[in-house]
Nanobody, 122 residues
Framework: VQLQASGGGLVQAGGSLRLSCAAS????????MAWFRQAPGKEREFVAN???????NYADSVKGRFTISRDNSKNTVYLQMIYLKPEDTAVYFC?????????????????WGKGTQVTVSS
């Protein structure tokens, strides 16, 4: 599986962005998809994941502001981000794995895409 993230950019605090992650392969709907982010000088951290048709999970820091979704017909997963804060500034990565079972973390994903930069100015 190859993943390509896009949609990052510079936005003012309180603004919104939608990230997209396009995946190759014919069994996209069989994968658990996730977003992670990495701020300068910090470790990569979990943001959100989606599995099955619409089962989702979010980091506490983004609950109520970020929404993960997928369009299996387009092999694409999205991350809609609203009410962005300067602390959301990071490189955002999408990732995938075949198993729906077990915790989602940086060491449990099978495939990673290159990141897309999100910068939120104050």
């Amino acid at each position: 599986v190859q993943l390509q993230a896009s949609g990052g950019g510079l936005v003012q605090a309180g603004g919104s962005l939608r990230l997209s992650c396009a995946a190759s392969g014919r069994t996209f709907d069989h994968y658990l998809m996730a977003w992670f982010r990495q701020a300068p000088g910090k470790e990569r951290e979990f943001v959100a994941n989606i599995w099955g048709a619409d089962r989702t999970n979010y980091a506490d820091s983004v609950k109520g502001r970020f929404t993960i979704s997928r369009d299996n017909s387009k092999n694409t997963v999205y991350l809609q981000m609203i009410y962005l804060k300067p602390e959301d500034t990071a490189v955002y990565f999408c990732a995938a794995r075949r198993s729906f079972i077990g915790p989602v973390g940086t060491d449990t994903m099978d495939y990673w895409g290159k990141g897309t930069q999100v910068t939120v100015s104050s």
